[in-house]
């Protein structure tokens, strides 16, 4: 294997464990918008190559939206890959891609709707995630979602 792949490979591991925050989803064509409630749990797969993600989320009103992602490094491109199932229910045709640049982690990916951005940033034990979306025949990207989170176990 590859120095770069293993090191490619380590850089999941700056997510895993359970993380607590509160954020906000702002207007958009997926769901209801206002303050949320969430949770990622992340933990590596038992041979260390993926890191797999699990998401839930509260909204006022009972609104709940879940996740599951699983993200691993593409060997030959070195790439951050991201398959992503969501409440929502769109199927990941393909997956988002991306790199870390610095202390956060930028994945995108274009779909029949659009382009979705999804950013991680990680600074010791507090997440910042974003989701942001170019919809289709729209120029720039608006933000979908915010939240801080902080990892209240190390161990996802």
Sequence with gaps: MMESLVEARS??????????????????????????????????????????????????????????????????????????????????????????EGDQLILEKTTPRGVGRTLFRVDGDRLQHEASARLAGEETFRQISSMTLARISAAG
């Design 11 to 100: 850089q999941l591991r700056r997510l895993v464990g359970i993380w607590d925050g509160a954020g906000k989803v702002h207007p958009n064509p997926f769901g209801p918008d206002g303050p949320t409630s969430g949770r990622w749990t992340f933990r590596m797969d038992p041979d260390d190559i993926s890191l797999i993600g699990d998401y839930a989320e509260e909204r006022p009103g009972g609104h709940r939206f879940h996740g599951h992602g699983v993200l691993t490094i593409d060997p030959e491109r070195l790439d951050a890959i991201w398959f992503w199932f969501d409440t929502y229910g769109f199927p990941p045709i393909a997956p988002a891609r991306g790199r870390w």
